[in-house]
């Protein structure tokens, strides 16, 4: 099904923030911020907490990546500098947001605090910005493109850990113990996702 | 020297290969490798790239603030990837049309990340150069393993040439051209090389 | 001096950022002119391609020369807040039109020229200008296996508009207006086949009789 994205905003939102999350998940189809996730989805735990500090971050920096990008590269002509800017302002706002948490909840800081670093290097964020520019949205509809593919990170690293619990009990030949039983769990689940392609499409 | 680097070498090829060992650089090891060709200009790519990043890591480790660290190896590995590219389009886009595609895929590989981090921030210029070096050519060569294997089954070929009696033995095996076929392939070479590599360590991953 | 205080990380930062910001863009200034250059040779080149020109040498001059004689080129609104171009044969018998065309890939944005009869009833050519699919699978759009499937294509212009032209099995095999998909590239294929139905509906749109030909000649700068 296909729309027009200037009619009835609400629909559109909605529309935009399932494609990202399911249609195109950014782990599964596109294979974005794998790396990451092979190292943090061996708990459920941590899987959701590392997916909820990275949604946080892609629905943030995107809406602030397409300010950037309409208010400043493109009227300064600078576009093929983007690279660099979506780079320092995620890794900018990433910064900030952990000076801010770690004074307003001791909490939140413990619980997110560790992912923050590992999300300047997360491949999905970066690659939500760059996608979403070559896109014809607004401001609202970026910022649920971020949203959207974050979340889809956040279900896809989550089903992973839950899995990984489960296989850990099991008696899996040693070699394939941990990233090689990962990788076909991976694989298999991406399999699956392939079924949603062509659900949705904007 | 030679014995230290010697050592470097066998680290990154074998015992602490960054595909299979530390699990890094996945995501462009599943894209390319269906095809030879691409694979090994995939693999030329990385291998540069992680020398050259890792020796400017390497030089500026005594004044990268520890909070930015990551940002500023980040900031240095695109600009280098992106000089290259606009000197090679300008220069010779014939070239740059094959290999253009591959720039995101560079960038965003995070074994040169990795190495930066964990080798070339405390280590001097010379073993982070051949620590570059090693770890990329590790990285190629899981890559070329699984390409050798992933482009007879998916289009009967090798480095494009039709194998030889292809139409006795080969049937289109879309997974194997398909990336879920990598995740496979590269979970059985993690096996084979994890089981052979490290018999007697065992590891929680 | 302490590499964690605000002011070093911060000056730090600003500090990489003008040299390594300022190094792409001294690379990208200095290579101006030649980015521009190579980009009108591969634009040449691909047209040149996809209306099956003779073209006498591979110098970008040579490219000029064969687009200068065989074909007159009109610009027009795309819809999208673009240009599009729109060339005429006119060395030969028979009319054909050349429009460039372009609309999103898997990761970016796809950009060819779609050379039809005049009539807009047959699909005669098609080259793609600029793509940035995976190599090895989307990409494998650029083999001549595939593109050899768009010659003498029929669109189905009574059918819907999001089916004019179909890629993969969701027409029967001997349709006139299919063409396989790529093995394995599903994604890149789905969004190929919306984003040529959707510049092929958007041709169909134009008055093709308002169109203002010029020789190239004169519209060279």
New interface residues.
Partial sequence: M?LDLHSAPFLSLLLVFVSAAFTDNILL?R??G??PC??VSKKVDASVGLGLAVTFVTACTAVLNYWVYRYLLIPLD?V??R??VF??VI?AFV?FTEMAIERVSERLYQALGIFL?LI??N?AI??TS??MI???YNAAQAFVFGLGSGFGWLVAITLIGGIREKIDEKNV?????????T??V???M??AF?VF??MV?I | MSANARDIFKAGLIGDNPIYRQVLGICSALAVTNLLANTLFMCFGVVFTTALSNLTVSLLRRHIPKRVRMIAQVLIIASYVMIVDTLIRALNPDIHRFIGPYVGLIITNCIIMGRAEAFAGQNPPWPSLLDGLACGLGYSLVLIVIALVREPMGFGTLLGYPLPARELWWHSWTIMVMPPGAFFMLAIVTWIARSRFDAQKETPA | MNRNAPGYVLGFMAALCVVFGSGVATVHYATRDMLAANEQLNHNRVVCAAFDLPVSGRAAADYVRAMEQALEMATVQDGRGGIRQVYRRVDADAPVLGFTFWGMGFWDRIEGVAVLSADLQTLIRIRFLDHKETPGLGARIEEAAFLDQFEGLRPDWTASPERRVIIGSAAPAQAGNRVDSITGATQTSASLMQLLNEELERIRELDLSELEFKSLKETAP
């Fill in positions: 296909t189809t294979f974005l794998l790396c092979m190292g600078i093929y500098l690279l660099i780079i320092v890794a910064q670093p300047t290097v491949c970066l690659g760059l996608f070559t896109r014809p030949p040693p070699g394939l113990r941990g990233p090689g039983i990788l076909i991976i694989g298999i991406s399999l392939v392609s062509g499409k």
